[in-house]
């Protein structure tokens, strides 16, 4: 699962995560995966530790010209995915159970990684 793929279709926003290298195809175009830029600057992770879960936020407004479409977490054997809407927060819990990456989607800046040690 570390090696996870995202692609989004830049007419729908349709979000499709693959475990390895795919042809994805939305629209008829064939989407490219997604490059993850380090999340840092504008475009930072906040990561709190509760109990067994990860609260997940992101300072970044949620207009619907631009937002955060998704936050994922992923570890060896499992990804979390939360689905996020223009004008809610940028925030999500996620099992710990593992968790080496999360990934953040900006409909206009792309997407975002942060490693967790």
């Not at 979000?15 to 830029?37: D, F, K, N």
Request: aromatic letters at 10%.
């Amino acid at each position: 699962m570390l090696r996870s793929g995202f692609y989004v279709c830049p007419i729908c926003g349709n979000t499709v995560h693959s475990m390895g290298q795919s042809v994805i195809s939305c629209h008829g175009i064939i989407l490219p995966p997604l490059e993850a830029e380090e999340a840092e600057g504008k475009h930072e992770i906040v990561l709190q530790k509760a109990e067994d879960e990860y609260f997940v936020s992101v300072d970044h407004e949620m207009t619907k010209e631009h937002y955060i479409s998704f936050l994922a977490a992923v570890s060896s054997d499992r990804v979390q995915i939360v689905k996020l809407y223009p004008e809610g927060n940028a925030e999500a819990r996620f099992k710990i159970s593992g968790v080496r990456m999360l990934y953040f989607y900006c409909n206009r800046d792309g997407l975002f990684r942060k490693r967790i040690k």
